[in-house]
C-alpha cells in the first residue's frame, strides 16, 4: 500500500487489540457496583456524546445521518447494543477470559455470512482454518467446563456469548453494506445512538447515584474504551491492509488472559483468579490461531473485514 504509514497502522491496530483486551477485565470489576444494564448503557451514551462533539469541532455536521438514518444503519444499532449487553451477561456469568477467547467465533460467523450473503470465496486454507478454531473451541470449553463451579451458569455465559458473536456478524453485515455511502465515524455515530435509545429500558439508575468515586471513574474508563477502540480502528484502516489488521486485533483474548493472570498477584482481591488449566491454555491459542487462518485472504485484493469485541468491541 503506497504512500501508507505503517508504523502509524499497526501502532493504532495494536492499541485498539489492547483496549479491548482490557475491556473484559474491567467490565468484570465494574460488575461489583453496576448491572450489565447500567455499564453497556453509559458506554454508548458517553461515547456518542464525545463523538457527537468530535464531528462538531471537525466541522462535519453530526444531524446529517441522525435526521434521516439508514434503515441498515438502524438495524446495525440494535445488534451492536444487544453484541455489548449480552456479550456483558457472558462475563458476569463466567469470567473475562471465558469470554474474551469465546467471542473469537464472531470473526468466524462474518466470513460465513461473507460467503452466503455476499457470495465471498471460501478457500482451503479457511476451511483448515475453521477446522483448527472449532477444536480449539472445544479443547477450551473442556477444559472450563471441568474448571466451573457452577455448570449451569457457565453453560448459560457461553449461551450469552454466542448470541453477542452472532450479534456483532449481523452487525458487521449492515456496516459493510452501508460503507460505500457512509462515512465510518457518522456511522459509528447513528449507532451508538440507536443502542443508547434501546438499553434505556435495562438501566437500573440507582446504581448511578450509589456509586463512588473509583466506580464511576472506571465507568468513564469504560466509554472512553468504546471510543478510542474504534477511533483507533478506524485510523488504523487508513493505514495499512485490512488482512494485517484484523491479524493484530484478534490477538486481543492474549491480552486479557495475561492480565487475569497477573492482576490477582498484583492487586489481591480485585478480581477473582482464572481458573484455566494447560488444556484451556492450548485451546485458546488453537483456536485463535485457527480464526486468523479463517479471517485470512489468500487472493489479492480479497481484505477480511476487521472484527473484534464486541461488547467487544
Known amino acids: 500500500m503506497p504512500g501508507t504509514d505503517y508504523t502509524r497502522g499497526i501502532f493504532f491496530a495494536l492499541s485498539t487489540a489492547v483496549l479491548w483486551g482490557l475491556l473484559p477485565v474491567f467490565m468484570k470489576i465494574a460488575l461489583q457496583d453496576f448491572s450489565p444494564g447500567s455499564i453497556v448503557w453509559f458506554r454508548f451514551v458517553f461515547a456518542f456524546l464525545a463523538l457527537w462533539l468530535f464531528l462538531r469541532v471537525k466541522r462535519q455536521p453530526p444531524e446529517r445521518i441522525l435526521t434521516r438514518p439508514p434503515l441498515f444503519g438502524i438495524l446495525a444499532g440494535l445488534c451492536l447494543s444487544g453484541n455489548y449487553y449480552y456479550f456483558l451477561r457472558g462475563i458476569s456469568a463466567s469470567s473475562p477470559s471465558n469470554a474474551a477467547v469465546l467471542i473469537q467465533i464472531a470473526p468466524v460467523m462474518v466470513v460465513l455470512i461473507g460467503v452466503a450473503v455476499f457470495k465471498e470465496r471460501f ?40 448470541i453477542a458473536g452472532a450479534l456483532w456478524a449481523a452487525y458487521m453485515t449492515f456496516q459493510k453494506s452501508l460503507a460505500p455511502q457512509y462515512a465510518a465515524q457518522q456511522l ?103 480464526v486468523i487462518l479463517v479471517i485470512l485472504r489468500r487472493e489479492a485484493g480479497a481484505e477480511p473485514p476487521v472484527v473484534g469485541p464486541r461488547g467487544s468491541d
Open 188 to 290: 459509528n455515530l447513528l449507532v451508538y445512538g440507536v443502542a443508547g435509545v434501546v438499553l434505556v429500558s435495562t438501566v437500573s439508575w440507582e446504581d448511578y447515584s450509589g456509586a463512588g468515586v473509583v466506580a464511576w471513574g472506571l465507568l468513564v474508563f469504560l466509554g472512553i474504551n468504546t471510543l478510542l477502540a474504534y477511533g483507533f480502528l478506524a485510523e488504523a484502516i487508513k493505514h495499512i491492509p485490512l488482512w494485517l489488521i484484523s491479524v493484530i486485533v484478534t490477538l486481543n483474548p492474549f491480552i486479557t488472559l495475561v492480565v487475569m493472570e497477573a492482576l490477582p498477584h498484583l492487586i489481591p482481591g480485585l478480581v477473582e483468579p482464572e481458573r484455566i488449566g494447560l488444556l484451556g491454555y492450548l485451546g485458546a491459542a488453537t483456536a485463535i490461531g485457527g
Open 123 to 162: 478457500s482451503r486454507q479457511q476451511a483448515g482454518g475453521l477446522g483448527i478454531a472449532v477444536l480449539g473451541f472445544l479443547l477450551f470449553f473442556s477444559d472450563q467446563q471441568s474448571q466451573a463451579t457452577d455448570l449451569g451458569l457457565y453453560t448459560a455465559a457461553n449461551g450469552f456469548v454466542l
